[in-house]
């Protein structure tokens, strides 16, 4: 004779009444008991010895019960190099370029964060940069970096001083707003909003130099899509900005010049599951009139591991504070989780 | 509460232990599918048979099939992305309850059907084949990897992998269901 899962349960519930354990120690194994059974009876192709005979209570209530730990919202289940590398402002993409990609290895319902660290050693300067990125699934990120600018002795000659640094911080947000980078239509791209609030820290030289603020804010609009049938990544972001070399000159012109729409491309070749050639272009206003060029660069990405990732490229960045002719080599290390 | 115990207790008493040869299956409704002697696979509702089912449209290059090792290469490529997706823990619990005997042979199918390698497609459309798997966007990047394992394994050039990637990645939206 069997009697209904909801006599046990009473039963259960009638002798925790008498019983010093709380209820659900009675509860549990019948209820997984009876949760096996239903998987079982649905389950498409149960092998018949497995559904023969009824789990024992004992082997049911040893399993550990489903339960999310941290490991599993921590766990990155993105493929590899699709949370992208990290730009010069912090942000997940190519080196120069703002992607519609989210950083962190984190998919939906998880979290991820990501650290990196740029140096970019150019004819006259040196450009440091380190930040660090939340990612919320694979939704929105987060992202604040630090940058640093070394005139080395362009700063004697431009009378500011011998090495002075140019700092600026930037604070990033991205959502994703449709598409996805890998999936889905071929023609739809992963598309992302977002915007990146860039406060410079030398307020009083930058205005001395000719611009309206030291604090501003770019509204970007990115695509994204890796072509599969090509193993071609293509990237376009329209950046809306005031910013005066991504605002270590400050934002708009006391004169002013301020928002101009940008672009950002990027072109990648995959060669492997771990890397991938290819060129870049971001364009900028000349708000101050310094001559400031577009910057331009060819890359190398590889994915060392799932969560790090090196980044080399040859960048030109043209004229800078007048001085012409600003090259040299990019390179990167990102570690996402 | 000295009522409420002895009811049990009474409850207990009268409780009969169950035959030892009851019938389980029937007691439970659980219905017990025999695998086909020949081919070893589990029986499924019957559904049209069409090369639509694969998904998309087939590649017409016999250089591409032939980077896959042609149908037979395919069949092995196809059938090795299962068994490492059976031992992923991953996705191992999507797998455990299903037909993988019938799988091996259905995805071989379809990927010597859209390779070009001259198969027909006898499975499931995606929608219904992936019906209540509950699969997500991670479970699919996890037998992306194993896919690309099995093609790595077989020096499958990476461009190619790709090629096939490329008309898998677009039927996403038929599998992923959260």
Redesign the interface.
Same mark, same amino acid.
Do not use: C, Y
């Given at each position: 004779m069997l009697l209904p899962a909801s006599s046990l349960l009473a039963i259960a519930n009638l002798a925790a009444s008498v019983n010093p354990h709380p209820p659900h120690l009675a509860a549990v194994p019948v209820l997984e008991a009876g949760a096996t059974l239903v998987g079982e009876d649905t389950a498409a192709a149960p092998l018949a010895t497995t559904t023969t005979e009824p789990a024992p209570d004992e082997d049911t209530s040893a399993e550990p019960p489903p339960h999310i730990a941290a490991g599993d919202v921590l766990a990155g289940g993105k493929l590899l190099l699709t949370n992208g590398v990290t730009t010069v402002d912090g942000s997940s993409g190519g080196g120069l370029a703002r992607w519609a990609t989210i950083g962190g290895r984190q998919m939906k319902g998880g979290i991820g964060l990501s650290a990196h660290a740029t140096a970019i050693e150019l004819s006259d300067y040196g450009w440091r940069s380190y930040g660090v990125l939340v990612g919320f699934g694979d939704r929105l990120e987060l992202s604040y970096a630090r940058a640093d600018f070394d005139t080395r002795d362009i700063g004697a000659l431009l009378g500011i001083g011998q090495g002075y640094t140019f700092n600026v911080d930037t604070f990033g947000a991205k959502l994703r707003v449709a598409g996805d980078v890998v999936y889905g239509e071929t023609w739809l791209p992963q598309i992302a909003v977002g915007i990146e609030h860039k406060r410079s820290r030398d307020g009083a030289l930058v205005r001395a130099l000719g611009a309206a603020e030291a604090s501003g804010t770019d509204y970007t609009l990115s695509a994204t899509k890796l072509f599969l049938a090509r193993s071609l990544l293509v990237n376009g972001t329209l950046r809306y900005t005031q910013a005066n070399e991504l605002g270590m000159l400050g934002f708009g012109s006391a004169a002013g010049a301020g928002y101009k729409l940008q672009f950002e491309g990027s072109l990648g070749y995959q060669l492997s599951r771990r890397a991938v050639v290819g060129a870049e272009l971001r364009t900028k206003p000349d708000n101050l009139g310094l001559g400031d060029d577009d910057w331009m660069d060819i890359f190398a990405a590889y994915a060392l591991t799932r969560n790090v990732t090196l980044t080399a490229a040859y960048v030109d960045l043209g004229s800078i504070a007048t001085i012409p002719d600003q090259r040299g080599a990019f390179l990167s290390a990102q570690v996402a989780f | 509460?000295?009522f409420?115990?002895a009811? %049990?207790a009474a409850?207990?008493l009268i &409780?009969?232990a169950?035959a030892e040869a009851t019938d389980?299956?029937a007691?439970?409704?659980?219905e017990? =599918? &025999?695998r086909d002697p020949v081919t070893g696979e589990?029986p499924v509702d019957p559904y049209e048979q069409s090369n639509a089912n694969a998904g998309a449209a087939p590649y017409a290059s016999a250089a591409l099939a032939a980077d896959f090792g042609g149908r037979e290469g395919i069949a092995r490529i196809a059938a090795r992305a299962v068994e490492l997706s059976e031992a992923d823990p991953?996705i191992a619990a999507i797998f455990a /309850?299903?037909?993988t005997v019938r799988l091996k042979r259905t995805l071989g199918e379809q990927f010597c059907y859209l390779l070009g390698a001259g198969c027909d497609y006898t499975g499931r459309d995606m929608k219904t084949a992936h019906a209540e798997m509950g699969v997500? =966007? %991670?479970d699919?990047?996890?037998l992306?990897?194993n896919l &690309?394992a099995a093609m790595r394994e077989a020096d499958v050039p990476?461009?190619s992998q790709?090629?096939l990637?490329?008309k898998l990645?677009?039927m /996403?939206?038929e599998v992923?269901e959260r």
């Open positions: - | 509460m000295i409420a115990a009811a %049990s409850l207990m &409780q009969q169950p389980w299956d007691e439970f409704g659980v017990v =599918k &025999q589990l991953r /309850s299903h037909d997500t =966007k %991670s699919m990047n996890a992306v990897e &690309q990476f461009a790709n090629r990637l490329a990645a677009p /996403s939206g992923v």
